[in-house]
């Protein structure tokens, strides 16, 4: 792989899945559903800014269209009494009237809790554009956030890369900090990664973040069952007779 390719992507069908989950055979209705998945991915990265959204799962069917928010503030989204996740569930469907869609599906909003923020590309690179955003100085943020994150039991490497006027330099720069192992070219490897954007007043900071959380095994607790251990197989070796 090459520094360009996207980590996800590369994952796909080995030890990751699709963000959209649905399956059509009309040209018509695959266009529609690829416009209408993009419009609400654009429309909640606007609406929950600041919420600590992960990812945005859609899936659907003819009658039903289900969206999975996994956020780390599950409270703020749903609202007291539940009265955030209807009014999120009403501008959903809002958004379906305006596309002008052939056939009005039934919306489904389900949000999840993610228990370590910590070991989430997404919600780090939030964390440090907020960290910008309140003038703090970028080599503190950066080092700040990777002790953070590599105090998490799940991760075992974390980078981080800046790009852009930092400190509100003249000339843009890239400053990159790294620290425990990313092993890009390992396709078992479960990293995760984002792209997240700090606004200042002097311009646009590009915030790049990669998480290594360890390798994942398919078939590793099968082969653990199906093969005993060295030692189990020696005691239960019979010994042979010594001759005297």
């Not at 590009?206 to 030692?231: C, L, N, S």
């Amino acid at each position: 792989m090459t520094h360009v390719a996207h980590p996800y992507v590369q994952r796909v069908g080995i030890i990751r899945d699709w963000k959209s989950r649905w399956f059509t055979t009309d040209p018509k209705q695959y266009r529609e559903y690829i416009r209408v998945d993009a419009a609400i991915r654009k429309f909640l990265e606007k609406r929950l800014k600041g919420m600590s959204v992960d990812t945005v799962e859609i899936e659907r069917n003819q009658k039903m269209v289900r969206i999975i928010i996994k956020t780390a503030r599950p409270g703020l989204v749903i609202g007291r009494s539940g009265e955030g996740a209807v009014k999120l569930k009403q501008e959903i469907d809002m958004l379906f009237r305006k596309a002008g869609l052939i056939s009005k599906p039934e919306i489904k909003l389900d949000i999840e809790e993610i228990r370590t923020p910590e070991s989430s590309a997404n919600i780090v690179g939030q964390m440090i554009a907020e960290g910008l955003e309140k003038r703090m100085t970028f080599r503190r943020v950066m080092k700040q956030t990777i002790e953070k994150v590599m105090a998490s039991r799940d991760v075992q490497g974390v980078r981080i890369k800046l790009s852009g006027r930092l400190g509100g330099a003249d000339m843009a720069r890239i400053e990159e900090l790294k620290k425990g192992r990313i092993p890009l070219q390992t396709l078992r490897a479960d990293i995760d990664f984002a792209r997240v954007t700090a606004r200042l007043p002097y311009g646009a900071i590009g915030i790049k973040v990669w998480i290594y959380k360890g390798d994942i095994f398919g078939d590793r607790k099968a082969g653990q069952e199906a093969t005993p251990a060295r030692g189990e197989a020696r005691e239960s070796a019979p010994r042979a007779p010594r001759n005297r």
